[in-house]
Every structure is written in structure tokens, then in C-alpha cells.
């Protein structure tokens, strides 16, 4: 239960922290757009190649745009040296990771929420109806690993001189199997293809959530330490 | 209570502390004195569990921090210069997840409790970025004894402070001290860092060189003193 508390405690904080600038949010959201127009450029939204690259696309445009919030999401701590009144506080160290891991969450989800749709309508792509909840799982699981993986290294990176950069670099390698699986069941699930098919990469992407949501509980306090 | 045996702490090759023995019996007020870079903070980081001690032991109020860190971070407050607030949150919403993260039972009068002891329960509504540099060390006051803390860790506190946050700073030690509550102070200011004690260690390059009751030293000898004791651990 104290557990629990800590963690609500945490993202209240943050969301209230956030919702009050919307620095993040607005960066977060004006980079997805910008990246949705480069596409809307790049690939002629009447051809047939759209369907193809499409779960790709989508899919680049929320890595890139949650990198973004990653960033943030401990650099914002050491302003006054707040991580330190953090890692003061008497709960687990696992609690400040999930507590900044959801909030980083919900930031990626409104992000997604909003550049979706936006995708469809700008490359005039109908999402099937049946698609819509399998879609909605593959988006979940994919972002859950991301912001898993993202939040756990975006503490490492904050003490290093140019954190911005080193984020990405130790981040994306870790990624592959996500991003892999993410739009490879992405494209399975919007081409209405057997669920046999992109049944395998779900397992995949929970396999991966579950390893990075267990790994933190024994070394982010390690982590706190450097 | 704290206890440290043969505390060592090495940051890359660097050795920050080398062998502390130190014992604070319950409710004594002790003032460290030091020059720059001689392992005080370093010293407080670690009886504070910020950061682990490369080697030895450290027992706070009997227990020892390797088994019992969360129990004791309940029991453990720190005040340094930094404030250790969220610029974006008001005084209120700073304390009420504080509060939240310790457990604090009727938070709400306890947080009003807190702010009125500072002088900043007008400003309740206000975001910390809005307040001066006092306004936002008294808060910073308010969030360390929000969960009544045993132990009160103090770096450099009185850095940028006004006389009046000086006041109530020190008002706030003198009312914790007579409460039993142990308070373990690192400060530059002889002034007001002789006159809160009732015990003095001076620590030179991460060992104490001198630990001393204040009743055996006079307040004039203490800047010689110290000089002299930095000066023969060069």
C-alpha cells in the first residue's frame, strides 16, 4: 500500500509539474506533427508504398518524440537537486522508478493519442475497425517497453555532461527487439493478417516489458548511486 | 543516536574519507568545521544515506543503515543549500508530496503546522518560483521537519540566507534540540555554527582532526584553533 501511495505520489507530482508548463507535452506534440508533415513530404500519400511503410512511420515518429521526454525525465530532477530529496524519501527505490516510468507513460500516450489519427487523415489511411483494439495492445506493449527501457537508462544518462545525446545512443541499440516487434505486429495487425501471425511478436514485446519492468527492482538503486 | 566505525568513502580514485569514528549520543547538537573539499558534505551524504559509504559500518538510533534504510530515512531530515523543491508546485503541493512520500499523518494541519513555524503560511498558494531566495530556504525548512524528524543533517544552511530566515532557522534548531532531537550541522559561519553546538569536529582532509565540547573552548580561540589544526593536517 506504501508502495502504491509512493509511486501515486510521484506522478501526481510530475503530471501537476508538467500540466502547469506543458514545456514537455507542447515539445513532445509539435515534434510528432513536424515529423508526420516531413513524412506527408516525403512519401506521396496517394501511392501504394504508404502501406507498407506506414507502421514504420508511425512508429519512428513515437520513439523519436518520446526521446524526447525521456530526457526531461531526470534532468527536470536536478533542478534545486531534487533527485536528492527523492532518493531521501523512505520507499523503495524501485518507487521513484515506476512513479517516473508512468508518468512517462502517459506522456507517450497522449502523444500517440493525438499524431495517430492525425497519421491516418494526412495519409488517408483507413484504419480497419477490427484493427483498432489488437492495435491498441501492440501500441501499449511496444510503448510500455520503450518507456521501461527509456526511464531506466534516462537516469544513468542524466549525470553524464551530455546526457541529450547519450540517451538515444544507449538506448536505441537496447531497442531493437521493441521497435522490431512493434511494427512488425503493427503492420500485421493494420493488413487484418491471421492472428497467428502477430500473436508471436506480442509475446515477444511482453517478454521484453516484463524483463525491464523485473530488472529495475534490483538495480535502480544502483543506478540513484552514480 | 549515530555511530559510524571506520567510515571510508572513494569517489573514482579519489579517497573522500579516510577511517571516520565518530559517536553522537541522542540530542546533542554537533557542528562540523572544515575547508573546502575536506569531505564534510561527503561525510553528511553518507550518515544520511544519499550515498553508500565505501567501507564501514554506520548504526543510526541502533540500526544498522544496510538492513534498515527506509526505517531510518523516516527518521532522518536534511536541510542543505539547496532546496530540494519543485519550482512548478506551490508551498503547499511541494509539502502535501513530501508529506505523502513520508507518511505524514493529518498532513494537512501538519503542513500548516510547519509553514506557520517559517512564516510562510500566507504564501501557501504561491509557486516556489515566485518566492525570494529566503522564502524558498524557509520552505526548504518546512520540508525537512514536515515527519518530525529524530535527526536534522544541516550543509551549509545558512548560504544565502537573509537575517530573518537566519532567525528562524536558528530558532527552529534551538526548538528541535530541546526536543531531544540530534542535529549534526556543516557550516563555513564560526558565528553562528559555535553559538547552536554544544559539541565541535573539525574534519581536514577526510579525517576529524579535532572533537571538542564547546564548554572547553573559548568562542575567540576557535578560528585559531581551527586554523591551527587545518594548517598541522597539511
Redo the contacts between chains.
Sequence with gaps: M?TL??I???I??DL??EF??KELLSSMLIFAVLTIIVFVFAFDPTKDIVRQVFPGMVWVCFLFAGILGLNRSFVSEK????I?????????RSVIYFGKMTANLIYISIVEIVTLPLFAVLFNYRIPLKAVLPLVLVIFLGSLGFIAVGTFLSALSANARSSEILLPVILFPIMVPVILGAVQASAAVLAMAPAAEWISWIKILAAFDAIFLAIPLVLFEYIL?V | MIKAEGLTKTIGHKQILRGIDLHIPEGRFVTVFGPNGAGKSTLLKTL?????PTSGNILINGLDIRKNA?????Q?G?I?H????????TAR?NLS??G????VPQLKDRIFDVLSEVGLEISLNE?VRTFSRGMQQRLAIA?AILHDPALLFLDEPYTGLDPHAIQILNSVLRRLNLDRRTVFLITHNFEEGFEMSDRVLFVVKGRIVYDGQKQELKKDELRNLYLRKVEGAA
Excluded at chain 1, 533542478?79 to 531534487?82: E, S
Excluded at chain 2, 505523502?100 to 507518511?103: H, T
Aim: hydrophobic letters at 35%.
Design positions: 506504501n501511495n509512493g501515486r505520489a510521484i501526481w507530482k501537476a509539474s502547469r508548463t533542478t534545486n537537486d531534487c536528492t530529496g527523492l532518493i531521501l524519501c523512505p520507499v523503495d548511486e | 544520511a544515506l544519499i550515498s553508500k527506509d526505517v531510518i530515512r523516516q532522518i536534511v542543505s539547496q532546496t530540494f523543491l519543485y519550482d512548478n508546485l503541493e508530496f513530501y505523502q512520500m513520508y507518511r509557486p520540508r
